[in-house]
């Protein structure tokens, strides 16, 4: 079991530019989260995929943002025309999503600082 | 809406010292899940612990102890005889259930510095 993993694990940006993160779930998970953490707060939730099927979208992604899982496996993020505000971690997270609230286990993150 | 509240920003003991860390939550769900995440200065954050609110018991589980009280809306955690490796910062979040299930409300952490 590889666990979760993210890709990059760090991005610089100059703003204005668009950014794209990858995840990787562990094999066989059928969720997929992504959370954005910034400094001193918890993570707050941004979408999440069951499969190949985006669920739900909170209103902290606005429409610069966009998540996809094609295949249901791995999953990537989009920032388009990163804003300073957009500088935080971005967490990725997967769950077996077949019953109840199963425990969801989290990558590394990818830490994006905008400048 | 849900709502996590830790008002505890940061908390400092010196080993074997035993700590709590308090944890509220607000929810107008009948039911829904509390979980508590550790993480470390590494950044990854680590499951602890789930509990659903049908079940009102206690865990243990080594140096660890988790009270839920529903009456208080409380999910208090326990550290017994603290470690330098302890050190860390703890999130208490809370789920709901049915289509959304898995969808975590973060608390904003508390910063755990365990001094040998």
């Known amino acids: 079991d590889t666990g979760v993993s993210q890709d990059p694990r760090h991005k610089i940006t100059k703003r204005g530019q668009n950014v794209t993160f990858r995840c990787d779930p562990i094999s066989e998970h059928n969720r997929l989260y992504w959370y954005r953490q910034t400094l001193g707060q918890g993570p707050e939730f941004l979408t999440y995929?069951?499969?190949?099927?985006?669920?739900?979208k909170s209103r902290l992604l606005s429409d610069r943002f966009s998540a996809e899982r094609p295949k249901g496996s791995f999953s990537t993020l989009e920032i388009q025309r990163t804003e300073q505000g957009d500088s935080a971690m971005y967490l990725c997270?997967?769950?077996?999503?077949?019953?109840?609230?199963?425990?969801?286990?989290f990558g590394p993150g990818t830490r994006l600082t905008v400048t | 809406a849900q709502k996590v509240t830790q008002a505890q920003t940061e908390i400092s003991v010196v080993e074997k010292e035993d700590v709590t860390l308090d944890c509220v939550y607000e929810?107008?769900?009948?039911?829904?899940?509390l979980f508590w995440y550790k993480q470390p200065p590494s950044g990854e954050l680590v499951f602890l612990i789930r509990?659903?609110?049908?079940?009102?018991q206690n865990e243990i589980s080594g140096r660890y102890s988790w009270n839920f009280q529903k009456s208080t809306s409380s999910f208090n955690f326990t550290i017994t005889a603290s470690q330098v490796v302890d050190s860390a910062v703890y999130f208490c979040a809370l789920s709901p259930l049915g289509t959304s299930y898995g969808k975590l409300t973060f608390g904003q952490g508390t910063i755990l510095t365990v001094h040998p």
């Open positions: 995929f069951q499969n190949e099927a985006q669920l739900e």
């Open positions: 509990r659903n609110s049908f079940d009102e």
């Open positions: 997270a997967s769950s077996l999503g077949l019953t109840g609230v199963d425990e969801q286990y």
């Open positions: 929810t107008r769900d009948t039911t829904y899940y």
